[in-house]
């Protein structure tokens, strides 16, 4: 079944940009539509970003505007998320989840498959 897996977090100072990756394993996205997400300390989890099966569409949160820049590679067989001017209160747990089978575009309004995260830090 298909599963995600999230790298590209970690420790990185304000100001700084990462790219986070989320790859499938066990099969392919196929035509899914992808969301990212992140839970900070004490906080509930939040939509980011998401993006149509070819990439054609994209949707951020309005907080994310400017800074975040969802993408896809089909061909890798990945979607990333690219965070520019990172800012201590990034700090979270990101994490990616797929759209149920068949659901190709946006809006996604549900997700079936997450990964497990990944932990950005961001320290003054």
């Known amino acids: 079944q298909l599963q995600l897996v999230e790298s590209g977090g970690g420790l990185v100072q304000a100001g700084y940009s990462l790219r986070l990756s989320c790859v499938a394993s066990?099969?392919?996205?196929?035509?899914?539509?992808v969301g990212w997400f992140r839970q900070a300390p004490e906080k509930e989890r939040i939509f980011l970003a998401a993006?149509?099966?070819?990439?054609?569409?994209?949707s951020y949160a309005d907080f994310v505007k400017g800074r975040f820049t969802i993408s896809r590679d089909n061909t890798k067989n990945t979607v990333y998320l690219q965070i520019n001017s990172l800012k201590p209160e990034d700090t979270a747990v990101y994490s990616c989840?797929?759209?149920?089978?068949?659901?190709?575009?946006?809006?996604?309004?549900?997700?079936?498959?997450w990964g497990q995260g990944t932990r950005v830090t961001v320290s003054s």
């Open positions: 989840a797929a759209a149920p089978a068949g659901k190709s575009h946006l809006p996604i309004t549900e997700y079936d498959v």
């Open positions: 066990g099969r392919t996205f196929g035509s899914r539509a």
């Open positions: 993006i149509s099966w070819t990439g054609g569409s994209t």
